[in-house]
């Protein structure tokens, strides 16, 4: 599996480029079974994933009749944990609770930052969360109110980083205006792509990470949802608009596409949004930038992960040989530099694996966008 880790903003956190959302573990995908939830997440570490998301709301929203109740969700993942703190980095949320009536509200004060901290902390039998999340900003209450209380959990030692869910532009402005933000969170995937127009540029700006949920559109994109596929009264996916009966067959002609890139490198759609993942050579962006260029005078390029908008990892070896001062050591600076390292024979479909020469991960996320976006557009 790939390893490599990236860093979450100012926190400092260290994260594999997939992580594991505990959210269907307790409930919104029908029933969830514990001790199949629990293998799931000690398997997931045996892997190398070691970012786990779960929030204290996961298991009570709805009616109380039919929940498993507030915090059930931060519970599992405590016990599957047990032994096994070090090797995971948990992101934990907090903000939504059940109303007593079905509904959800959302409490920002700081008085509830405190208590819903400490009590998160019990559940998940530990001293200290990792990456702590303002699940939905509360509108009567400031965000610099809300950011601050957060600011003093990690002045204390309780929480490591500090994150946003669902947060607009302004409101993550504002918050970082406050405090260190080290990730905000929202969903992104092929067929969800609204952050592309402010929240990642402005990720950019902040030098922070984005964390996106739900990036195979709610198991949409791995083509195991057909357009005959009915969903049970307690998968709230039947209350999205995409997966409505109307909806779903339309959309689902989207991932054709997906399909057919996947089906030409012989892999499962599931893997197919993920170019980082492809055995390929990928373009280094990261530079040993003074005054926003890089040592053979070119002007960094930056481009967006579809999984997390941070730098990709240095080459080992540029492939223009004479362009930079660096061409000849094994960690060239150069933002165009390429490894030279040879793929697996499956990674370009060859069976010459000496002489396979895939795409880099840019032109796979490039064709795979222009596959998908022949289509009508999502409804």
Request: net charge positive; with cysteine; charged share 25%.
């Amino acid at each position: 599996m790939h390893t490599s880790h990236v860093t979450l903003g100012a926190g400092g956190l260290r994260v594999g480029p997939i992580g594991l959302g505990c959210m269907g573990m307790s409930q919104f995908y029908g029933p969830a079974d514990r001790a199949g939830s629990i293998a799931t997440v000690r398997l997931a570490l045996d892997l190398g994933v070691n970012l786990l998301d779960t929030a204290d709301v996961y298991g009570a929203v709805g009616a109380a009749a039919d929940t498993n109740g507030f915090g059930h969700n931060e519970t599992l993942l405590g016990e599957a944990l047990r032994g096994r703190r070090d090797r995971a980095v948990i992101a934990t949320k907090f903000g939504a609770r059940p109303s007593g009536d079905g509904r959800v509200v959302y409490d920002g004060t700081p008085a509830y930052v405190r208590s819903a901290c400490e009590a998160s902390l019990r559940r998940l039998g530990t001293d200290h969360i990792d990456l702590y999340y303002c699940h939905r900003l509360d509108p009567a209450v400031p965000v610099e109110e809300t950011v601050g209380a957060m600011a003093e959990l990690v002045a204390e030692g309780k929480v490591t980083a500090l994150g946003l869910s669902n947060a607009g532009p302004d409101e993550l402005r504002r918050a970082a205006r406050t405090a260190p933000i080290s990730a905000p969170q929202s969903e992104y995937s092929l067929w969800e792509r609204g952050v592309e127009d402010e929240i990642l540029p402005l990720c950019r700006k902040l030098g922070i990470a984005l964390v996106p949920y739900s990036p195979l559109g709610r198991a949409a994109l791995t083509g195991r949802v057909g357009p005959g596929t009915r969903l049970d009264g307690d998968d709230f996916r039947s209350t999205l608009p995409k997966f409505s009966p109307g909806n779903l067959p339309h959309n689902l002609r989207l991932v054709d596409g997906l399909k057919r890139f996947a089906r030409e490198r012989g892999a499962p759609p599931a893997r197919s949004p993920w170019p980082g993942c492809w055995p390929s050579r990928t373009p280094s962006y990261r530079s040993r930038a003074r005054n926003g260029r890089s040592s053979c005078g070119r002007t960094p390029r930056r481009r967006t992960s579809p999984w997390m908008a941070t730098r990709s990892p240095r080459s080992a070896r540029c492939s223009r040989r004479g362009a930079c001062a660096a061409a000849s050591t094994a960690n060239c600076p150069c933002p165009g530099g390429r490894s030279t390292r040879r793929a697996p024979a499956h990674a370009s479909g060859s069976g010459d694996g000496a002489s396979a020469r895939p795409p880099t991960a840019f032109q796979c996320r490039k064709e795979l966008s222009q596959a998908v976006r022949k289509r009508a557009p999502i409804r």
